[in-house]
Structures are given as C-alpha cells and as structure tokens.
C-alpha cells in the first residue's frame, strides 16, 4: 500500500511517512495509490466483530504489515481505546420511528474525534520511539480537535503539541479541555478569528518545507491521512449493525444504508466517500448548518467561501473552508490530480470555485446534502426530547433534522452520525427548553487551573499569527535537542 496526493505531485509514499505528515508538499492531501475493496464475503466475516477489532481489520488494509506487525496493531488500537466510557467504545441509540443514533462520542473529551485521534497518536508514538526520535504537531481547531489532540499527546516525551483555537467561538466545555491540560508538552493559542482564518497561517507554515523538515512538524486535523482512515471504521460498524446485510439471501445485492452526518470540514464525510467507493452500500448525507458551502457545492456547483463564518449554536462545524472536499473531488474525477489541483488552488486563490454542471452532477449522486438554521436546530432537540427523552448535542440535531424533515424511503435504513455528547454544548441544550445534569468530568474542568496565549487580531494578522507560531515551534524544538527531530 502506498500513497499519492491528491494533486499528482507526489505518488509512492509509505503509511509511516504519510503519517508524519500534513499537507502534502505539494499543497495536496494524501490517499492511497489503489483503494482495496471490500467484498460482500469480507463484510458478511466482520459481522459481530466489536469495534475495536474492526478498527484493526480495517487499519490492516492500508498498513502493510512490515511498517506496523499485526500484533503490534492489535496492541496499539487496544490501548487507544480503552479508556472509552461504555465497554463497546461506540454505541447505537435505538430511538422511535426507526431514529438510529450512532454515539460516537464517549471519548475522553466527548467527541468523536478522541476514536481517530487516540489511535493516530498511539501510531506516531510506535515508531518515535522506535527509531528514538520527536516531532511538533500543529492543530487548527473549530472546537473538538484540539481538546481531543490536547488529551491524546498530553505527557508523551517525543510529541509536542501547538493548537490554536477562536477564540469566543467554542463553548466553554470545549475551551477548557484545552486551556486546563498545563502538561510541558502543550502549547494552546486563542486567535482572534474564526477556524478558517486560523487554517490561513496555518497552510503557510506547512507550505515551509525547511520549517516542516527541521521540527519535524505534522498535523493532526484531518488532513491527517490516519485519522480520515480510522473513521472509515465507524461507517461499516454502523452497517454491520443496522443494514439489515444479515436477512439478505447469499446471492442477493447487500441492502443499501443511509447515513447522515453532520459536516463542516469534511473529513467524517470523506470518510464515507471513501468507503462507499471501496464498495460498502451506503447512500450518504452531509448536513450542513447556515455555514453552507458544501450544501451549495452539491446543490448548484458554488464552491466559494460566503464572506464571513456565520457563528451558530453548532460551532464545530461554523467552517467555510471544507478542506476535505479535496479527497472527494479526486474520488469523483478518479483521481486526476492535475484537475483537482486546478480546483483547489483556484479556490484557495480567489476562495471560490464553480463546479463544471457534469462534476456537480456526479457529486450530487455521490452524496446527498441538507442545511439547517439554528432555529431548525432547535426545533429537532426538543421533538428529540419530548418523543424520546434523548438529547441531542447541536451538531447531532443538523444530522436527525434530516430524519424529521426528509421523507423515509420504504425498506432503506436510516443511521444518524452523534459527534459529540449534548454536556459540550449545555447553552444550547438549554435553550432547547431540555435540562441536562453534566457529568462529574465536565464539573470539574471549572477547578483546574488554565494556561494560553493570545494571538491578537492586527491589521497584517495573518502574518502575524504565523510569525508567532513560527517562533513558538523553533523554540520547542530548541529546547529538546538532545532527541534526534523526526525525518520524512
């Protein structure tokens, strides 16, 4: 198994360098050369397996064996999943009128983010250790990724970690599983932005191949090629468990699923791409809230920013940059990286692309898409709650308004995708009129002491953040000389 980007600038990479990287050096995001496919026989075997041992089987498929052994696999994904709330890591809610929520979010900082990034971490871990070595990651994050990377790296001697968040556009929760981890190795910013101006700085520092290879600097948003690999995962344990494959004859064509997700940066529903494209029968849906680009690249071919993130009551995903959508475009145009290039930088350029009516046209039969206002969001929490007692987070609420709004075709299954837990997000819930108890862990974040610096919004703040983060990462990478920096 090796890797190409997305741009066709770089092909033959192997899993462990990819690992180590963020952007390709080429501006371009990693896939595999050649995606394996799966077969009815491999799905009807992997019926009942628990989940972390299908995390296994599907990590063996893109990591050859002589760069992680099996049993070494076993042993890394069993230790990044073991410190999971519920004993089966994830869990399906069975709610009324076939309402099949996936709860992906039982982690260490209640999102679904903690399933890829405990795993990719343990992975970085293996081989710094083996081969004696450190690297700096560096994490944008609109919400959950970096508590979630904060929580995974924290106290690892060859990893440090550099996250910068917005700063008034996270809540509180999430906030603070950031800023109280006062562990040597984490280094938290707050910007005064949103995500993607913070993703801006960021591109350019990855762009500096002589600042990437002498810090050994890596990513660990979802540009991360393992952590969108570990999400396949979740896709076909929801299919295993609710696609009725099962009551299928063993001739017959394997019932279809549809799964919906709430979407802002891509990466969970490029996860879907990819495995529907390796042969799993899934009809997906990518929601939206009022940040609706994706919804408008589906709909009409408008692939632009709209001039200002929009701030809605379901933060994680207020992105108008769908990074992404990279790694769908180069599944739909079979990977023609010189097309996906001339997309992507066309609208990194001018932030704005408009999608040929046949490339619109093979999207929208890839993928379905809906967009939700807050109100709507608010709506989908409380009938949540008065016909199940369930509640639901913000984010979960732009995926099951789906299930409340859009007509249920006869015989299809339905999953909706949960990313984060409802206690993330207590002023929305309450605003939703549904009262929530938080957990004891969330409690206790209010007592512990927090650490962070601010990257203040000035007229060239662009540059500014970068040259700040910039001097941030030589400084920790100085100050740990004695440990040989990580080569790609």
């Known amino acids: 198994m090796q890797y190409c980007s997305t741009r066709g600038g770089v092909h033959g990479w192997d899993f462990q360098d990819v690992l180590f990287s963020g952007y390709a050096p080429d501006g371009g995001m990693f896939m595999p050369e050649c995606l394996p496919v799966l077969t009815p026989d491999t799905l009807k075997c992997w019926r009942g397996l628990s989940y972390a041992k299908l995390v296994v089987e599907v990590a063996s498929l893109f990591i050859p064996t002589q760069v992680i052994p099996r049993n070494d696999l076993e042993v ?46 343990r992975f970085l871990d293996y081989f710094l250790r083996k081969d004696n070595c450190r690297a700096t990651v560096l994490v944008g994050t609109s919400g959950d990724t970096g508590g979630s ?86 896709f076909i344990y929801a299919y295993l ?28 529903i490029a996860a879907g791409c990819i495995v529907k494209q390796m042969g799993l029968p899934l009809k997906l849906v990518a929601m939206v809230n009022s940040n ?87 709506d989908t929490m409380r009938r949540c709650w008065e016909e199940n007692q369930y509640i639901l987070c913000p984010h ?13 075709s006869p015989g299809l ?11 993330k997000f207590s002023a929305a819930v309450q605003r939703a009129g549904v009262t929530l108890q938080p957990p004891e862990a969330v409690q206790a974040l209010d007592k512990l002491a927090t650490r962070y610096q601010n990257l203040e919004r000035s007229l060239n703040w662009c540059k500014d953040w970068e040259e700040r983060l910039r001097e941030k990462i030589e400084s920790v ?12």
Request: glycine residues 6%.
């Open 292 to 378: 609706d680009i994706v919804y408008r690249t589906v709909t009409t071919g408008d692939f632009s920013m709209a001039a200002d993130v929009i701030q809605t009551l379901a933060p994680a995903i207020d992105i108008q940059d769908p990074y992404n959508m990279e790694r769908v475009f180069w599944l739909l145009l079979d990977g023609d990286g010189a097309l996906v290039k001339t997309i992507m930088e066309e609208f990194q350029h001018s932030h704005r692309h408009a999608l040929s009516e046949n490339h619109r046209q093979l999207l929208s039969q890839f993928l379905s898409t809906g967009t939700v206002a807050d109100e709507g969001i608010l």
């Open 149 to 234: 990377a904060i929580q995974s790296v924290k106290g690892l001697s060859g990893l440090d970690v550099v996250v910068v968040y917005p700063r008034g556009r996270i809540t509180p929760v999430q906030e603070k599983h950031m800023i109280t981890c006062l562990e040597d190795n984490v280094h938290v910013f707050a910007a005064d932005g949103s995500s993607d101006d913070i993703d801006q700085s960021l591109r350019c520092l990855f762009a500096d191949q002589e600042l990437v290879k002498s810090h050994g600097l890596m990513s660990l948003n979802s540009v991360n090629w393992s952590r969108v690999m570990i999400q396949l995962a979740h």
């Open 396 to 408: 979960t609420a732009v995926a099951v308004w789906h299930h409340y709004n859009c007509p249920h």
């Open 241 to 268: 468990e609710l696609s009725d494959m099962e009551q299928s004859k063993a001739d017959a064509v394997l019932p279809e699923l549809e799964v919906v997700v709430p979407t802002g940066g891509a990466g969970n």
């Open 413 to 423: 299954n339905r999953c909706y995708v949960a990313t984060a837990s409802p206690a």
């Open 76 to 121: 890394l994904v069993g230790e990044a999943l073991s410190s999971f709330s519920v004993p089966e890591v994830v869990r399906i809610a069975r709610l009324k009128e076939g309402l099949s929520v996936l709860e992906l979010f039982h982690g260490g900082t209640l999102a679904f983010k903690d399933l890829a990034m405990t795993c990719t971490v």
């Open 477 to 488: 990478s100085s100050s740990k000389k004695n440990i040989g920096t990580y080569k790609k």
